[in-house]
């Protein structure tokens, strides 16, 4: 068989998360810092690719919202293979050595303070020093699809962001879920591509992806304020994964194939 087990791939993903939380602060930190940077490069890429067919997207918006899909992956897919932190996964991750106790609560809930933490600084080093600093997004279409996307995402009811945040992490935590099935870099590429590429596909909420998607929006300009970021779409956004991933991922692959007896 060329891939491991729904069994195997929950054990790998448990195996990964304990190891980390054995780094030292300094290394778990760099690694937060590089998962968030990588998350955004992909959201730039995304706004790059997607952001420059405005001809498509006012005839077929749904081409528009594929193309973004399909690129935004890449930043999960280096998270994954150069063995960087991110918050989001970590929700799965952490909960299976949490279910065998392997970890105690207040380790697993202070790895995801620092994780989110870092992840917020590296998105920073690419919103602003990589991408609004240098000029990126300056022109249109690029700054107006930024613009526009980051508008919508700040003006919905927080129950909204809070439901689409399950399903962005359950679709995430379910890409490294997949990724850890893989026995080559190339499976593990196309197993994180898929779930990923849907999520953004269907416009649901990914703390980290938006910590990088609203900011550089702020740092060209958008009339959006630090305030209403963090309490319209991060605050919900970040308990909507929480409960996906540690929900609908850590606790119920935790439950089918690490605590049997």
Known sequence: MNYFTPTEAADAFRRAALDKSKRSFPQFAVMAILGGAFIAFGGLLSLIVAGGMPGIGAANPGIVKFVAGAMFPIGLIMVSVTGADLFTS??????FPLQRKELMAGRVIALLAISYLFNFIGAQLIA??????????????WRAYLHHLSEAKVNQDFMRVFIKGIGANW???LGMFMGYAAKDITGRAIAIWI????????GYEHSIANMFFIPAAIYTGAEISWGTFITDNLIPATLGNIVGGMGLVGVVYG???LLRD
Do not use: E, Q
């Open 171 to 173: 679709l995430v935590c």
């Open 128 to 141: 602003w020093m990589l991408s609004a600093h240098v000029g990126i997004l300056d022109n249109d279409p």
């Open 195 to 202: 779930p990923v590429m849907l999520f953004v596909t269907l």
């Open 255 to 257: 439950y089918l194939y």
């Open 90 to 95: 970590d929700c799965a991750g952490l909960t």
